[in-house]
């Protein structure tokens, strides 16, 4: 058989999912430690809820902006963007020691996200900020992009992240929120976009041609209003997609 893998991850302690009924249908989860969202108490739940489903948890710091969910790129020195995402970082980790859980992976939200994608400034700042994490923690980047580049060559363990509810441009960035064609909601229209990145290492862009991408985890977005569909759809398709040799 030819079995297609796909690893579904979705962001947590944002106060938006419904994460009782998405968690058994992912494999991992990321939660907000602070930054854009969360609080000791909503880790904590988070937390709870993703070893009652068996999931690899993450943390999901962001540009320190509550007000703009952190979606808004901010002009802060190196130290103290630095010191805002290790912040993040060891919130959550205090809330996993006391569950004797280890950090699986750290994935970024929203504009730090995407300004490492494209910023060497930006990533190499990230990079120097976590540098203590980086034989123990994935990250969780997007492919051929500057930040996931720059940690390779610094020894750094990356997981290639593809979007599963988020169109694409013909450069691989995510279409803007503020374009109508940004979101992908049917479950049958996520399953094929996923399935073509999964089957063919590329993935077809607004514009409507092919560019190749990697993906060994695929994010769903809590705070998409067909998420619990897309991920319990995926989770059931998948296998009817897995042919003999």
Do not use: W
Not at 30 to 42: E, F, K, N, V, Y
Not at 116 to 122: E, Q, R
């Amino acid at each position: 058989m030819n079995n297609i893998q796909v690893e579904i991850n979705c962001d947590a302690g944002e106060g938006i999912a419904d994460e009782k009924r998405i968690f058994p249908f992912i494999n991992s989860c990321s939660i907000a430690c602070g930054g854009h969202a969360g609080s000791l108490s909503t880790m904590t739940k988070s937390v709870e809820l993703a070893l009652k489903n068996n999931l690899k948890i993450g943390a999901h710091p962001s540009y320190p902006d509550k007000d703009n969910f952190g979606r808004v790129s901010m002009k802060l020195s190196p130290k103290n963007l630095q010191s805002s995402i290790l912040h993040q970082l060891k919130n959550l980790e205090t809330v996993l020691g006391t569950k004797g859980i280890k950090l699986h992976h750290i994935k970024a939200h929203g504009a730090l996200y995407n300004d490492m994608a494209k910023d060497p400034t930006i990533a190499a700042v990230y990079l120097a900020g976590i540098t203590e994490y980086r034989d123990s923690t994935f990250l969780y980047v997007p492919y051929n992009s500057v930040v996931a580049n720059m940690a390779l060559e610094q020894g750094f363990k990356i997981k290639y992240e593809a979007f599963a509810d988020r169109n694409y441009n013909d450069d691989l960035s995510l279409v803007s929120r503020k374009h109508k064609n940004s979101l992908i909601l049917e479950p049958e229209k996520v399953l094929d976009h996923v399935l073509q990145i999964a089957k063919n290492k590329t993935v077809v862009t607004v514009e409507g041609t092919k560019q190749k991408l990697k993906a060994d985890t695929f994010c769903v977005h809590g705070d998409t209003k067909s998420a619990l569909e897309i991920v319990s759809y995926i989770r059931q398709m998948i296998p009817n997609h897995n042919t003999p040799n």
